[in-house]
Nanobody
Framework: QVQLVESGGGLVQAGGSLRLSCAAS????????MAWYRQAPGKQRELVAN???????DYADSVKGRFTISRDNAKNTVYLQMNSLKPEDTAVYYC??????????????WGQGTQVTVSS
């Protein structure tokens, strides 16, 4: 069994910052790519940022220059530093990870989501 647990969401004023964390635990042999998605009310889930095991990153155009994704492989944790937040960043944020488990099979796992609300 593998679990991803997110933390760090909350309410912040426009222009403020938040840092999301997502820790993976369980029968993990290795974690490949990790990513953050978000879903706003009435909208489809969208990719925010992803990071490979080798720390290559990619971002949605809407967050480039404001958000930074990083990871700590020793802690099986991925982070999302969000600066200069805008009301349109309001959404539930989900982390996901592509994980090789002890049975030597690879699965995609998702966290439960954390709410980020940016007030104007």
């Amino acid at each position: 069994q593998v679990q991803l647990v997110e933390s760090g969401g909350g309410l912040v004023q426009a222009g403020g910052s938040l840092r999301l964390s997502c820790a993976a635990s369980g029968s993990i042999f290795n974690i490949n790519a990790m990513a953050w998605y978000r879903q706003a009310p009435g909208k489809q889930r969208e990719l925010v940022a992803n990071i490979t095991r080798g720390d290559s990153t990619d971002y949605a155009d809407s967050v480039k220059g404001r958000f930074t994704i990083s990871r700590d492989n020793a802690k099986n944790t991925v982070y999302l530093q969000m600066n200069s937040l805008k009301p349109e960043d309001t959404a539930v944020y989900y982390c996901t990870a592509n994980i090789l488990v002890y049975t030597l099979r690879i699965y995609d796992y998702w966290g439960q989501g954390t709410q980020v609300t940016v007030s104007s």
